[in-house]
């Protein structure tokens, strides 16, 4: 078993309050590492019929099964638990009591703010980082073919290749997580809708273009976002709001969690295509950027990551905003570092006055400038 950095967080926080919530995609581990922080509770997986009926039709004799509480997954499929979990929290004095698990961050906010608001902890866990594979000696050397491979933890444990796995995945997800959030009857069309997402990663979101090439209105290209929000499949980055006197762009930025799912729906097969193909460089800055919120969220702390650009073009990778102190990335897939590579951090620094930053990139060498700026390689991206 890897083990997880949220692995220390996810203990503090059942440490310190009476229920924890720990979300993400499916299969990106959390029953994993369920059973191991809390491997003396029981645990029940409400994707079970025969515990998910029990559960909906007596949900109080459910819970009683539990004095001492339990770990319940996907909980979110049985909404009426939330409200008789409410009452047991706040007659005991206990921490840790009940460990909530599930790949639905709307549907499991929504109830969560209804009945255990104040009561309960919040985590995501998403697939596996970076810095979590290079431990184990499982990260690849080359950052194709960390990209190709991307982050899920079946990849790495039941070695199957990833362009087999990953269409099973988007298969599945299609078929039967999309139904429980939403109730879209053509499949079909959400499924041509999500590769078009794929197709623009590290774009901006434009919701009309993105309706018409999909052949669906501006309502239900929001609608469908959202469920891909919800269920970890992408984020959106948005663009910081300081303007430096000059009009800045307001629309975010389309990004997948993990760059093998992308690549999977671009009907990338291997890390040759992925090397020669138009996204390329695209998907190494979904890459690196995902990486950055990886980071975050696996110290429990909030998403501070933002890109900048103005209306004439002049662009910022990323922006990290470290409580009013801004830090520039810049992103570049080549593996080989140009001047170039600092166009847009010579321009933030003359219009901000604040001679730092960092490049980021698909090489190996790590050098720090004279000028305030840095190169990173693409595997330290998370220490930033």
Not at 183 to 211: K, Y
Request: net charge neutral; proline share 5%; with cysteine.
């Amino acid at each position: 078993m890897i083990i997880r950095i949220a692995d220390k967080e996810i203990r503090v926080l059942a440490s310190m309050y009476k229920s924890l919530a720990i979300v993400g995609p499916r299969q990106s581990g959390k029953t994993t590492l369920a059973k191991h922080i809390f491997g003396s509770k029981p645990y029940v997986s409400l994707e079970n019929p025969d515990a998910r009926q029990f559960a909906e039709s007596d949900p109080r004799g459910f819970l009683e099964q539990y004095p001492n509480g339990a770990v319940l997954d996907e909980i979110q499929r049985v909404p009426q638990l939330f409200s008789y979990l409410q009452q047991i929290i706040d007659e005991s004095s206990e921490t840790g009591l009940f460990i909530l698990w599930g790949s639905n961050n709307f549907l499991l906010q929504e109830n969560i703010s209804q009945s255990l608001a104040g009561r309960i902890a919040y985590l995501f866990l998403l697939p596996f980082s970076i810095e979590e594979l290079a431990k184990e000696g499982l990260l690849p050397s080359d950052a194709y073919q960390a990209m190709f491979a991307g982050g899920y933890p079946p990849i790495y444990d039941l070695k199957i290749p990833p362009s087999t796995w990953y269409l099973n995945y988007i298969r599945t997800y299609v078929e039967r997580d999309v139904r429980q959030i939403k109730n879209i009857t053509n499949l079909g069309a959400f499924e041509r809708f999500l590769r078009l997402c794929a197709g623009r990663v590290g774009q901006l979101l434009n919701m009309n273009s993105l309706g018409i090439e999909a052949g669906v209105d501006h309502k239900t290209v929001a609608s469908w976002l959202g469920v891909l929000e919800s269920s970890f499949i992408v984020h959106l980055l948005r663009p910081h709001h300081q303007n430096f006197n000059k009009r800045i762009v307001k629309m975010p930025k389309l990004y997948f969690y993990d760059t093998g799912l992308a690549c999977a729906l671009l009907g990338i097969q291997n890390e040759a295509q992925l090397v020669t193909h138009p996204l390329r460089g695209s998907l190494f800055e979904n890459f690196i950027i995902s990486e950055m919120v990886k980071t975050r969220f696996n110290k429990n702390e909030p998403n501070n990551l933002y890109f900048w650009r103005d209306s004439t073009g002049n662009e910022i990778d990323v922006i990290i905003d470290k409580g009013g102190k801004l830090y520039p990335v810049e992103i570049k897939s080549g593996k080989t570092v140009t001047d170039d590579y600092f166009k847009g951090l010579n321009f933030w620094s003359k219009i901000t006055g604040a001679a730092e930053g960092v490049v980021v990139y698909a090489g190996d060498a790590q050098q720090k400038r004279s000028n305030g700026m840095e190169v990173r390689p693409w595997n330290q991206a998370g220490e930033l």
